[in-house]
């Protein structure tokens, strides 16, 4: 069974002081987590070593980066090389979060880019991709998140992809207070491993984990993570509640 993960995005939230509590808070809870289980938590930068950290001994927790440079090294003041975070261990990164896209202008040449520097360096891409509110409403959307995977990821061969985690987020559902139907969720979860599996085959499309991102919260996460095509979540400010993450955890299918 492909794996089932629970990633939390805090975004540019919490001092460093409130994210170690909030972290500790959450990992000391009781779960049931299964062999094909994971929870991932990208956090800010700075907290990358501290929060590594303190997951250290749980083999099915990990600290995620939330971006990285295109470029290996050179005169990026401010940015973080893919090289820098392989050095201190880090085994996941998010790439191409639409907010990255939407405000940093990130291109789907850049983010392939990326994801190559990432896998070249044993780190797994969390690769978003989703659409804006009048994309769907124009009835684009599998057209839109489809050249989205055809020009970031399409250039992999067939064992290399299946190191990536897709994380779906319907833009329009980001902060928003609006989630898209369980029915929303599962058939645009289902469209994208159809395209994956036109590109490599439907054996290999179904070990990719695809995570839904767009208001998950633990009132919605059993509908949505008990649909065939919905493997966990990536989640935002209910990542920052220590209850809601628990219960999202929890919600994992087993």
Not at 45 to 57: Q, R, V
Not at 180 to 197: F, I, P, T, W
Request: proline share 2%.
């Amino acid at each position: 069974m492909r794996k089932q993960i629970a990633a939390a995005n805090w975004k540019m939230n919490k001092t460093l002081q409130d994210g170690k509590q909030l972290l500790q808070d959450i990992i000391s809870a009781e779960y049931n987590l299964q062999s094909n289980h994971e929870v991932i938590f990208a956090v800010p930068f700075p907290y990358l070593m501290e929060m590594k950290a303190i997951i250290e001994s749980n083999n099915q927790f990990y600290i995620s980066a939330q971006n990285c440079h295109h470029k290996t090294s050179g005169a990026y003041t401010g940015e973080v090389s893919v090289d820098m975070l392989a050095s201190i261990g880090i085994k996941h990164c998010v790439v191409g979060h639409s907010e990255r896209r939407e405000y940093f202008g990130e291109t789907n040449s850049m983010l392939a880019e990326k994801t190559d520097l990432c896998l070249s360096k044993g780190i797994t891409p969390i690769f978003c991709c989703g659409e804006a509110l009048d994309i769907r409403e124009a009835g684009q959307q599998n057209a839109f998140v489809e050249s989205q995977l055809q020009e970031s990821l399409f250039h992999l061969d067939a064992d290399t992809i299946q190191k990536i985690i897709i994380a779906y987020e319907p833009i329009w559902a980001i902060g928003t207070g609006k989630t898209a139907s369980s029915e929303q969720a599962q058939d645009m979860h289902a469209h994208l491993r159809g395209v994956l599996g036109k590109q490599y085959g439907n054996t290999i499309a179904g070990n990719i984990s695809i995570l839904y991102g767009g208001s998950v919260k633990g009132s919605n996460a059993i509908e949505l993570f008990s649909q065939p095509d919905v493997d966990g979540g990536l989640v935002g400010g209910a990542s920052l509640v220590v209850s809601e993450f628990i219960q999202i955890i929890n919600a994992l299918k087993k």
